[in-house]
């Protein structure tokens, strides 16, 4: 056996790569940027892809296939990894290739007009600014739980028409679908069973007492007579839930934690309203709310940045990393909310980038300015080594965020 | 029939979304953006594919005019 003589700094998925990826991300850039690993679960061979160039190929590239369960090998498979296997989920946009895909993703941006998105921005700060009253009231509140979560769930509650009291049922059936855990792998099928199930109530209810809302609209999308049938439809409310719930709630606190952390940013944000969309972008940047894209599978032996990967391989890439990748970032790792460089790729790449972009930016621009407004005193009320991320592999969320707003808070 | 694309550089967000589906059609340029513009396409497959990206286009920076004039 060849003795391995360099390791990453935090071998991927443990405790300290969860805690600080960043150093475990350069070391792979550097020295195996298509990573070969045994995926936690299963034990499958998998490829981590790091560099921005070769995450935004895998992206792109039609040979790095979504669709799983065509493509993926038999060990991939069988492994569970197929995500909403054997729900009405296997068919979701977020899964499916063209031309299955360019046929949902029409109907999907046929509800996503103007007039919808001016109308979300009223929507979106009323809601602000209630929970910042709320915030007030408190005086000490989590970051986390009582702003960027209630912000987040309303705002997606609203939108989609449902009852928020479903929504911390919805978030735990979301951990239930992707676990870290691989001894969880037996509770995923009941995850997507049960967001199907609120999906499938949804659409119920608004074909009954249609609204103004985004499901009803998509019960009603058509173009040139096509429309989403019945699975389709509960598939496509069910992939907003869980692309809606969590990931805005991770961004707003990432980026909340980003300006505690670079006072002198965050002060140009508001002393300069003309940075507020760039300054979105780069808190994107940054650090998103997904550390990985969905798993890509290779419908053919194909090489990538000189490592070649066998047909149906998994495949994960990496958008922290791409991110934070000094071939296409200058100084990434400095906050600059005036840097003018590349795109990132926070929201994605390619076919498959966030449907829902255009309410995402909406959202942290006008919910992250609006905290530190509110409260110019903002500040952690635990040191900041205790301030720490969930261990799950897709997604980059802080567990929680505690902060004082220094205005005493009358009885 | 005659189809022309263009992309607004206003609008485009560098989402990727239009080369992936048309590489032949769109290219995404060093800095990550749509790159304008297709004029004169004229194979019906081409135009149909034209309007499909403008659709799926998450920033709806893409727009298609067709003329039925040769």
Redesign the interface.
């Given at each position: 056996m060849t003795p391995i003589e360099h390791f990453p700094p935090a071998e991927l998925f443990t405790k300290d790569y969860y805690q600080n990826p960043y150093p475990t991300f350069e070391w792979l850039r550097t020295n195996s940027p298509v990573h070969e690993f045994d995926f936690p679960v299963g034990n499958v061979r998998t490829w981590m892809v790091t560099r921005y160039d070769d995450v935004?190929t895998v992206?792109?590239d039609?040979r790095f296939s979504s669709e799983g369960g065509t493509w993926g090998n038999a060990e991939f498979r069988e492994a569970g990894l197929v995500s909403g296997s054997g729900s009405v989920l296997e068919r979701a946009i977020t899964v499916v290739d063209?031309p299955a895909h360019?046929r949902l993703?029409?109907l999907a941006?046929?509800t996503f007009t103007?007039r919808r998105i001016a109308h979300w921005r009223d929507t979106v700060q009323r809601i602000v600014e209630n929970t910042l009253d709320d915030c007030a009231r408190r005086g000490s509140f989590d970051v986390m739980d009582d702003y960027a979560g209630v912000v987040s769930s309303d705002v997606l509650g609203e939108i989609l028409g449902f009852r928020i009291e479903r929504h911390r049922e919805l978030v735990e059936a979301i951990g239930q679908a992707f676990p870290s855990d691989p001894g969880l792998m037996d509770q995923v099928p009941e995850g997507f069973r049960r967001i199907c199930e609120y999906a499938e109530e949804l659409v119920a209810d608004k074909r009954r007492e249609p609204g103004d809302d985004l499901t009803s609209a998509l019960v009603h999308a058509s173009?040139d007579g096509d429309r989403l049938d019945h699975e389709e439809l509960v598939a496509m409310v069910a992939a907003m839930i869980m692309a809606g719930s969590d990931t805005v709630r991770a961004f707003v606190g990432n980026a909340v934690l980003a300006l505690l952390d670079h006072p002198e940013q965050c002060g140009l944000m508001l002393s300069s309203p003309e940075y507020t969309s760039s300054a979105v972008e780069e808190l994107l940047r940054y650090e998103g709310a997904l550390s990985t894209a969905l798993f890509r599978v290779t419908t053919e032996e194909l090489e990538l940045a000189g490592t070649v990967l066998p047909a149906g391989a998994p495949v994960i890439a990496v958008l922290l990393s791409a991110n934070r990748d000094p071939d296409r970032f200058t100084a990434p790792d400095r906050l600059d909310i005036t840097r003018n460089?590349?795109?990132h790729v926070g929201?994605g790449?390619?076919?498959h980038?966030?449907?829902g972009?255009?309410l995402a930016r909406l959202e942290g621009e006008i919910a992250i300015p609006a905290l530190f407004r509110r409260f110019p005193d903002l500040a952690r009320d635990i040191p900041r080594e205790e301030v720490g991320y969930i261990e799950n592999w897709a997604m980059r969320r802080l567990v929680r965020l505690p902060v004082s707003t220094g205005i005493p808070v009358r009885p | 029939m005659r189809a022309t694309a263009r992309v607004d550089r206003s609008l485009c967000q560098g989402a990727g979304l239009c080369e992936a589906m048309g590489p032949e059609l769109f290219r995404i340029d060093e800095e990550g953006y749509s790159e304008n513009s297709q004029r004169n396409i004229t194979n019906e497959e081409k135009v149909l594919l034209l309007q499909d990206i403008a659709d799926c286009c998450p920033t709806g920076a893409i727009s298609v005019t067709v003329s039925e004039q040769d």
């Open positions: 935004r992206l792109a039609p063209p360019t993703r029409r941006m046929s103007t173009e460089e590349s795109r929201f790449h390619g076919l980038n966030c449907l972009a255009a | -």
